[in-house]
T-cell receptor, first 113, second 114 residues
Framework: GNSVTQMEGPVTLSEEAFLTINCTYT??????LFWYVQYPGEGLQLLLK?????DKGSNKGFEATYRKETTSFHLEKGSVQVSDSAVYFC????????????FGTGTLLAVQP | GAGVSQSPSNKVTEKGKDVELRCDPI?????LYWYRQSLGQGLEFLIY????????KSGLPSDRFSAERTGGSVSTLTIQRTQQEDSAVYLC????????????FGQGTRLTVV
């Protein structure tokens, strides 16, 4: 079946550190891949997405590249800020009639000043 | 409205009682989804609506769970005879429908069954 695996948290970093949150997926066909972010007290928001192999999604300094050969979509940011502290969810969608999202378990990121 | 609205934001109920959770999607969004976020389980898909019909109910965990959508807008998720394992945050999302369109999430209803 379709599934998403992402690294366990929490991840604790100092401000301006480099961030990587690993995400791998299992899916038939060619899913679209997403990173969602949930800031404290807020709803889930789409951070970035990629819809085909080798696409790079980017937003707010975050990037992730759709790697079909390694079935991965790792999230990276060169210099994190305290305001990036949140829970990050990797997800996939097979599209089609339902277009439902299948999520990983989430990774809590805590950035310390 | 400006975003997806869910009510109540918090609900505490006694085991065995029925609860109703409400979702107001973004105006014009034909697709509506319910998800559940629980500790240790992550985010699980429950049900998908296209208009008023639900072509995918595959995520509903038991027959105690049901949902409806009326007028292609508001949706209600009902949990009958609540159990402690139903405690979770229930999230609603809506989108314009079709492949690869962005889903917008509400802030969720935190359900606690005591």
């Amino acid at each position: 079946g379709n599934s998403v695996t992402q690294m366990e948290g929490p991840v604790t970093l100092s401000e301006e550190a480099f961030l990587t949150i690993n995400c791998t997926y299992t899916a038939t066909g060619y899913p679209s891949l997403f990173w969602y972010v949930q800031y404290p007290g807020e709803g889930l928001q789409l951070l970035l997405k990629a819809t085909k192999a080798d696409d790079k999604g980017s937003n707010k300094g975050f990037e992730a590249t759709y790697r079909k050969e390694t079935t991965s979509f790792h999230l990276e940011k060169g210099s994190v800020q305290v305001s990036d502290s949140a829970v990050y969810f990797c997800a996939l969608s097979r599209g089609g009639a339902t277009n439902k999202l299948i999520f990983g378990t989430g990774t809590l990121l805590a950035v310390q000043p | 409205g400006a975003g997806v609205s869910q009510s109540p934001s918090n609900k505490v109920t006694e085991k065995g009682k029925d609860v109703e959770l409400r979702c107001d999607p973004i105006s014009g969004h034909t697709a509506l989804y319910w998800y559940r976020q629980s500790l240790g389980q992550g985010l699980e898909f429950l049900i998908y609506f296209q208009g008023n019909s639900a072509p995918d109910k595959s995520g509903l965990p038991s027959d105690r769970f049901s949902a409806e959508r009326t007028g292609g807008s508001v949706s209600t998720l009902t949990i009958q005879r609540t159990q402690q394992e139903d405690s979770a945050v229930y999230l609603c999302a809506s989108s314009l429908g079709g492949s690869n369109t962005e889903a917008f999430f509400g802030q969720g209803t935190r359900l606690t069954v005591v």
